[in-house]
């Protein structure tokens, strides 16, 4: 589905991303973990058309789509979400996901996202699906409030249903489990499992090795922008350069939970 190949990313001096090759495959959950640092986001914004790589390929179904936009690769069937949340504060929970759903029903209406009025006037069967999709994640009890009032586990939801609203077949999701409670993180790994189960390929970056190993079927390690490992969660557990880079060098018979 989606193939890099040699992917390099500099920022002036600083290597973010050094020659990683790696596969998402269809209908798996693919997981992205490393150190901080590792280079994780700045690969998913290689990937989702943020950052232009320095050196590389990406392909997705075989089409190079390095270089190209985030509405690009959006309209291209690939959404995410972000570490440090991007949601419209000023706008209701329901208006934050009708952005989503606007933006692949048409680019002609992003002036009208822009005011209120417009977007009230919507048609109903966006707002529908923008409703379908908050019952989905389980937060459609707050779709009037307004996005600031909410608490953050409600917005880190929120913004997968934004997301999910743009249709994705592949979907990103940067710490979707960060400054969530236990319990809270019980109910991502089970939403993570509904979404894929839905048919959609999630590519999560995560550093909860709980969540990791509880829904991924594939696991890439990154350490200092190069490729650690790969593997099943099994085997990327066991691996032992991936146990010295996340408990330091001398770390034998540590496991990861
Ligand atoms: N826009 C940027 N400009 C300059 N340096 C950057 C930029 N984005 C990332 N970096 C640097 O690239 C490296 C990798 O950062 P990145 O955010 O991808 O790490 P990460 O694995 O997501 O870390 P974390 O787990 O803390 O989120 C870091 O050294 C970071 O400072
Ligand atoms: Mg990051």
């Known amino acids: ?21 790696y596969a998402v495959s ?12 590792a280079g994780k986001t700045t690969l998913f914004n290689v990937i989702t058309g943020v950052y232009r790589p320095s050196e590389g390929t990406v392909k997705l179904h ?26 419209c504060h000023h706008m209701n929970a329901l208006e934050n996901v009708m952005v989503g759903a606007h933006l692949r029903l ?8 822009l005011h209120l009025p417009g977007l009230r006037r ?8 923008a409703m379908e999709l908050m019952r989905f994640v389980g937060v459609h009890e707050y779709a009037l409030r307004l996005a600031e009032a909410l608490p953050y586990g409600v917005l880190k939801r929120l913004e997968i249903a934004r997301a999910l609203a743009l249709k994705p077949r592949l979907l990103f999701l940067d710490e979707p489990a960060a400054g969530l409670n ?5 109910a991502m790994r089970e939403l993570i499992r509904s979404i894929a189960q839905s ?20 696991v890439l390690v990154l ?28 770390a034998a018979g540590a496991t990861l939970q």
């Open 26 to 37: 269809a209908g798996r959950v693919h997981s992205v973990i490393g150190p901080n640092g």
């Open 62 to 87: 075989g089409e190079v789509v390095s270089g190209r936009s985030p509405d690009q690769l959006a309209r291209r069937g690939v959404a995410r979400t972000f570490q440090n949340l991007q949601i």
């Open 199 to 218: 048919g959609v390929t999630v590519v999560l970056v995560e550093h909860d090795m709980k969540l990791v190993m509880g829904v991924s079927d594939h």
């Open 223 to 250: 350490d200092y922008g190069r490729k650690l490992a790969e593997g099943t969660a099994e085997e990327v557990r066991a691996n032992p350069a991936v146990i010295a880079a996340y408990l330091g060098a001398g």
């Open 182 to 186: 236990p319990t809270e993180k019980g």
């Open 122 to 129: 919507a048609d109903g069967g966006c707002r529908e699906e």
């Open 1 to 21: 589905m989606l193939e890099l190949t040699g992917i390099a990313k500099r920022f002036g001096g600083v290597q973010a991303l050094a020659g990683i090759d």
């Open 106 to 113: 048409s680019q002609r209406l992003l002036p009208a996202l």
